[in-house]
């Protein structure tokens, strides 16, 4: 078993190095005293140790240039109290991608019996699109446009079509596209990781305040993400534009599939 030096022996090797700049004495001591020092503060397995260790030497020199500024008789407190905020962060580290995990697949899970509620036999991209199929061709677009829906077969020969009609480039509009889609999804991952951060802070509090204030801002977010989920990717203006059509028909398009959607599932176009 490796057996730690004592405080002066390592003092005397840290004013040694510092005159030097040699260093390979010190990244075999010093490592594994810090990470006794922090497991006299914490109860922590063998394992737990051995990745301290790890993480230190990853980040020896780091800890060295900012060790430099402390005098030698105070340099080893700061090292042990480098060591705890790596030792501390390691563990939040591991925790939050636990949870994250778990909300994520307790969601994956929600979202599964949302979609089966319409037909079990059937998943929800089978419903929409068996649904777009019975519109008519511009209403198709339209919706489409308007919440991110699948343009399939003969409507998106359709639309590309249209596209060409209206001296429009299809480059330009993927472009276009992929923007407006990457800023709703950056929204959303935002939302969710507040949800997922304020969940676990919810968790772990037991002052009746901080329950209060935390789950008060778990549903705020949750609001936010309400809203992300219901937002347009294109709004009416520029689905005229792109369409070649007034935005008086386009409201007439999204209020004629919206009463279809409706009739034939409630909250079709919400889940989609």
Known sequence: MYQTKTEEELRAEISKARL???????????????????????????????????EILERFSIMWNLSKSYHIQVVLGFFVTYGFNLYRNQTRKQ????????????????????????????????LVEQ????????????????????????????????LHQMGQN??????????????????????????IRYTRLLMQAQDPEKRKEY???KREWMVLREKAINKSLFSER????????????????LAKTKNHFQKHG????HCA
């Not at 778990?102 to 949302?114: L, P, T, V």
């Not at 330009?172 to 969710?192: G, I």
């Not at 520029?238 to 398009?253: D, N, Q, S, W, Y």
């Not at 409630?266 to 176009?269: F, I, S, V």
Request: glycine share 4%; proline share 3%.
């Open 215 to 217: 789950g008060k801002h």
């Open 238 to 253: 520029e689905i005229a534009r792109i369409l070649g059509i007034t935005r008086k028909e386009v409201r007439v398009h």
């Open 95 to 126: 925790f939050d991608i636990e949870g994250n995990i778990a909300y994520i697949d307790m969601w994956r899970d929600k979202k599964e019996e949302e979609i089966n509620l319409f037909d079990p036999n059937v998943s929800l991209r089978e």
């Open 20 to 54: 030097t700049g040699d260093l390979s004495s010190l990244r075999v001591s010093l490592p594994p005293w810090i990470s006794e020092k922090v497991a006299k503060k914490r109860i922590i397995s063998d394992d737990d140790k051995s990745d301290l260790v790890l």
């Open 170 to 195: 299809r480059d330009s509009f993927q472009t276009l596209y992929d923007k407006k889609k990457q800023a709703a999804e950056q929204k959303l991952d935002t939302c969710n990781q507040r949800i």
């Open 266 to 269: 409630q909250e079709l176009l």
């Open 131 to 162: 649904h777009l199929t019975l519109l008519p061709l511009m209403s198709n677009l339209v919706i489409s446009l308007r919440f991110d829906l699948p343009l399939l077969g003969k409507y998106r020969k359709a639309f590309l079509w249209r």
